[in-house]
């Protein structure tokens, strides 16, 4: 049991460019999460999904988007890398079923845009 | 808006201290608060409390929460330097299960 899982762990990008982060979880949650962390600044809801098929904008989802075509999987994209994205990245999910709505995350993901 | 706050930001102990962290919370629709261990990777689950006045206690870590007056506080007795952590609260409310995040509080613990 893998738990939560994030690709890649690092990456350094130039202004402009794109990238994926995969996360993939086995756990069988209905509920993921992208989040970004900043210092100082806790954890910031980027987007979340309730279901396969569905997302929704979460506090500061501006240059992101995002996708979950599988229930185990939750893709963030960046369209056009910006210096304000340096940022690491947590993805985290959760289940609803055991009454206990603690979210499981991601190892993250330490992304630099030059 | 909800709103989430934590005190201190940071702290600095040494070992065998007590330390008390806050957690004060403005939501509509109080569900649930949890707190989370942020060492230097992702978060790890803690506690979750949903009842006023019940204690939560896992080893030297303990927590409890105030609904009426909207704050949880987090204690650790006989703090150790694996203590030295980020510890992130969080509340769920409404029907959204979507847990709005404090910043967090850093505590740093000299040996």
């Known amino acids: 049991n893998a738990g939560v899982t994030q690709t890649p762990k690092f990456r350094v990008l130039k202004t402009g460019q794109s990238m994926t982060l995969l996360c993939a979880q086995d756990?069988?949650?209905?509920?993921m999460y992208w989040y970004r962390q900043d210092p100082g600044m806790g954890l910031r809801l980027i987007h979340y999904s309730v279901g396969e098929g569905t997302t929704a904008k979460g506090e500061v989802p501006d240059g992101y988007n995002v996708s979950r075509l599988k229930k185990q999987n939750f893709l963030l994209g960046l369209e056009s890398a910006a210096p304000s994205q340096t940022s690491v990245y947590f993805c985290?999910?959760?289940?609803?079923?055991?009454?206990?709505?603690?979210?499981?995350f991601g190892p993250g993901t330490r992304l630099t845009v030059t | 808006e909800d709103k989430v706050v934590q005190s201190p930001l940071s702290l600095v102990v040494h070992e065998g201290d007590t330390v008390t962290l806050n957690c004060s919370y403005e939501v509509t629709n109080f569900r649930s608060l949890l707190w989370y261990k942020q060492e230097k990777k992702a978060p790890t689950f803690l506690f979750m409390l949903t009842s006023s006045g019940i204690e939560k206690k896992s080893g030297r870590l303990s927590s409890i929460l105030d609904k009426k007056e909207l704050f949880s506080i987090l204690n650790i007795t006989a703090t150790q330097t694996g203590d030295s952590a980020v510890y992130l609260c969080?509340?769920?409310?409404?029907?959204?299960?979507?847990?709005?995040f404090g910043r967090g509080t850093s505590l740093i613990v000299h040996p």
């Open positions: 969080a509340v769920e409310s409404g029907g959204s299960y979507i847990p709005t």
């Open positions: 756990m069988n949650h209905e509920y």
């Open positions: 985290a999910s959760s289940s609803l079923t055991s009454g206990v709505y603690e979210q499981y």
